[in-house]
């Protein structure tokens, strides 16, 4: 059984940049060709950051365009997460998550990352 | 951008009742990109339905989903304790590409 486990910096400053890791276990990396990020503020709902094709290369959503950066280390079997010039609008739970059909199949427990100004 | 309208925000019903969420697209979406998850509190969503009717790995027989078009369905038969939660669809687009969700039911013990 696949499991994902997100880490990074719990708080992070305004106009920062958030690094935050997602370790695969219980199976390759490769074993699924798209993984992707998902984020959720606070009380809200459910926001789509975007995904990464391991035979090609990232898609994002295009609200985040030119902050976001989604790369993977096949040998370290693990997703990696950059997100420039944050805000407190960027305080969410981060997750990741392995695409299953245009879906999103496994979830990691997420990390909580606070933006302070 | 496709939005998705989720129906009612809170369904009070008691166990052992049947369940009824709507998801509603504001254009066509193909059986194929719809999906419904739920998530708890302090939990991650956990995947559903995929493709609209087919139940994910692991998911009791008591959820199933319908739907084609711009009206979706996600039915609990007979509720269990463990059912009250928020549920969310989530279409998948090509144009632009990536995943949007709508606001989330939540369904809570009457």
């Known amino acids: 059984q696949v499991q994902l486990q997100e880490s990074g910096p719990g708080l992070v400053e305004s106009s920062g940049t958030l690094p935050l890791t997602c370790a695969v276990s219980g199976d390759s990396i490769s074993s699924r060709n798209w993984w992707s990020w998902v984020r959720q503020s606070p009380g809200k709902g459910l926001e789509w950051i975007g995904e990464?094709?391991?035979?090609?290369?990232?898609t994002y959503n295009p609200s985040l365009r030119g902050r976001v950066t989604i790369s993977v280390d096949k040998s370290r079997n693990q997703l990696s997460l950059s997100l420039t010039s944050l805000t407190a609008a960027d305080t969410a739970v981060y997750y990741c998550a392995r695409n299953g059909p245009f879906s999103l199949e496994n979830w990691g427990q997420g990390a909580l990352v606070t933006v302070s100004s | 951008e496709i939005v998705l309208t989720q129906s009612p925000g809170t369904l009070s019903l008691s166990p052992g009742e049947r369940a009824t969420l709507s998801c509603r697209a504001s254009q066509s979406v193909s059986s194929t990109y719809l999906a419904w998850y739920q998530q708890k509190p302090g939990q991650a969503p956990r995947l559903l339905i995929y493709g609209a009717s087919s139940r994910a790995t692991g998911i009791p027989d008591r959820f199933s989903g319908s739907g084609s078009g711009t009206d979706f369905t996600l039915t609990i038969s007979r509720l269990e304790p463990e059912d009250f939660a928020v549920y969310y669809c989530q279409q998948f687009g090509t144009s632009p590409p990536g995943y949007t969700f709508g606001q989330g039911t939540k369904l809570e013990i009457k």
């Open positions: 990464i094709d391991l035979s090609g290369g990232p």
